[in-house]
């Protein structure tokens, strides 16, 4: 199973559910969509689910899609994933300004995220992503991540 999520986000991520419906074998694709529209021929397709929910996917999914919502990051790292993350653009009206932009960057730089920056680019991304870790990353990879986090958006 291969799990994205768009978060909450109230502007829709049409961008990325584009991208989602590119992928070969999207009925192994469970998708979070949020305000976007629901995607075609994927598996499982809902719009908003419980944190709980969100992360026994993240548990149980092979591979992560996410966008660059830090709490999404932080969870699929956590369970042992190089997540995939899909920035969203205030140019394309994704959302208010270009943080998951800057977050993005700043994380790939430190390899703690594959970034996707076209939709069209998800599926060549998949290809290249390791095998998820067999053991949840915790402690302080996990705590190094955070901190990356907490410079980045704190200064």
Same mark, same amino acid.
């Given at each position: 199973m291969i799990f994205a999520t768009v978060g909450t986000h109230q502007d829709p991520f049409e961008r990325m559910i584009a991208g989602l419906? @590119?992928? +070969?074998?999207?009925? @192994?694709?469970?998708? @979070? &969509?949020? &305000?976007?529209? +629901? +995607?075609?021929g994927v598996g499982r397709a809902i719009d908003f689910i419980p944190f709980e929910e969100m992360e026994a996917n993240f548990a149980a999914a092979e591979a992560v899609i996410t966008h660059a919502g830090v709490g999404s990051i932080l969870c699929a790292r956590r369970a042992g994933h190089l997540p995939i993350v899909v920035p969203r653009f205030a140019e394309l009206g994704e959302h208010v300004d270009d943080h998951q932009v800057e977050?993005?960057?700043?994380?790939?730089?430190?390899?703690?995220?594959? +970034?996707?920056?076209r939709d069209e680019e998800i599926a060549t991304a998949l290809g290249r992503i390791p095998a998820r870790s067999s053991k949840p990353i915790a402690g302080d990879s996990v705590d190094r991540l955070a901190a990356a986090v907490r410079l980045e958006l704190l200064g």
């Open positions: 419906e @590119q992928l +070969p074998n999207r009925d @192994q694709l469970v998708v @979070q &969509y949020g &305000y976007a529209r +629901p +995607p075609e977050l993005t960057r700043a994380l790939a730089e430190r390899g703690e995220v594959e +970034p996707v920056w």
